[in-house]
């Protein structure tokens, strides 16, 4: 995943909230983007990436 991360909440239409989580490391090429999650909960979005083995290939 790397070692810093970015987290920022993206509004789409009809109200749609996403967060989007980033490897700064990355430098916006391949493996930069780590998650897109459906809404802005904290406890939903530390699920998620508990769950994903720290060298997850995306």
């Given at each position: 995943?790397?070692?810093y991360l970015g987290i920022d909440e993206v509004?789409?239409?009809?109200?749609?909230?996403?967060?989007?989580?980033i490897n700064k490391t990355?430098?916006?090429k391949k493996g930069g983007i780590i998650a897109i999650i459906q809404g802005a909960?904290?406890?939903?979005l530390s699920s998620?990436?508990?769950q994903m083995?720290?060298?997850a290939k995306i």
């Amino acid at each position: 995943m790397g070692s810093y991360l970015g987290i920022d909440e993206v509004a789409l239409s009809r109200g749609e909230l996403y967060t989007v989580v980033i490897n700064k490391t990355a430098g916006g090429k391949k493996g930069g983007i780590i998650a897109i999650i459906q809404g802005a909960d904290a406890a939903k979005l530390s699920s998620v990436l508990l769950q994903m083995p720290p060298k997850a290939k995306i």
